[in-house]
């Protein structure tokens, strides 16, 4: 069974940093690109950031460019998000979903949420 | 950066009803559209690839159509399980985008 477990989330202060982990199973890591989408309370989705099989290739939404960084280790079967200089616009459920075009399967998601 | 635009924001449909959802792109994105269901306080869950392709675990009553700019999914006969917010997403350019979501309630 595919399992994509997020973690790292919580209250952080803006401005500050957090470091998003997402742990998978039941398939080959390596075989697939990942991504991160997020969504607000009570908003829609919004896809943050993919990164390709071997990492060799990035991609993020404009508004956290810059300011995320996604990585992954396939020996470890795991995708990162580290995220540096939060805003309050960045509070969210971040998820962790396999595929860079349209994501087959979901993790639960991990919430942030950016607060003084 | 390609908008999706889906319409209506809202439908109000009883079961066994037919539901009618749109989507539309800022430019033509060929059959690259994905949609998603979604339900309070789960992950999206892929519901059609490619514009037309049934994901696994989604009955036949769940069709999509449609190409370059105007896409519609269809629900011919609403089941209770089916009433869930419904979002649109392009995968033809970078970065990916998403509409900001159909909910279908109950009537």
């Known amino acids: 069974e595919v399992q994509l477990v997020e973690s790292g989330g919580g209250l952080v202060q803006p401005g500050g940093s957090l470091r998003l982990s997402c742990a998978a199973s039941?398939?080959?890591?390596?075989?697939?690109?990942m991504t991160w989408v997020r969504q607000a309370p009570g908003k829609g989705l919004e896809w943050v950031a993919s990164?390709?099989?071997?990492?060799?290739?990035?991609y993020y939404v404009d508004s956290v460019e810059g300011r995320f960084t996604i990585s992954r280790d396939n020996a470890k079967k795991s995708l990162s998000l580290q995220m540096n200089s939060l805003r309050g616009e960045d509070t969210a459920v971040y998820h962790c979903?396999?595929?860079?075009?349209?994501?087959?399967?979901w993790g639960r998601g991990t919430l942030v949420t950016v607060s003084s | 950066e390609i908008v999706l635009t889906q319409s209506p924001a809202t439908l109000s449909l009883s079961p066994g009803e037919r539901a009618t959802l749109s989507c539309r792109a800022s430019?033509?994105?060929?059959?690259?559209l994905a949609w998603y269901q979604q339900k309070p306080g789960q992950a999206p869950r892929l519901l059609i690839y490619?514009?037309?392709n049934r994901a696994t675990g989604f009955p036949a009553r769940f069709s999509g159509s449609g190409s370059g700019t105007d896409f519609t999914l269809t629900i011919s006969s609403l089941e209770p399980e089916d009433f869930a917010v419904y979002y649109c997403?392009?995968?033809?350019?970078?970065?990916?985008?998403f509409g900001q979501g159909t909910k279908v309630e109950i009537k």
């Open positions: 997403q392009q995968r033809s350019n970078w970065p990916r985008t």
């Open positions: 990164i390709k099989e071997d990492g060799s290739e990035k």
């Open positions: 430019l033509s994105i060929s059959s690259h």
């Open positions: 490619d514009a037309s």
């Open positions: 039941g398939f080959t890591f390596s075989g697939y690109w």
């Open positions: 979903a396999r595929g860079g075009g349209s994501p087959d399967c």
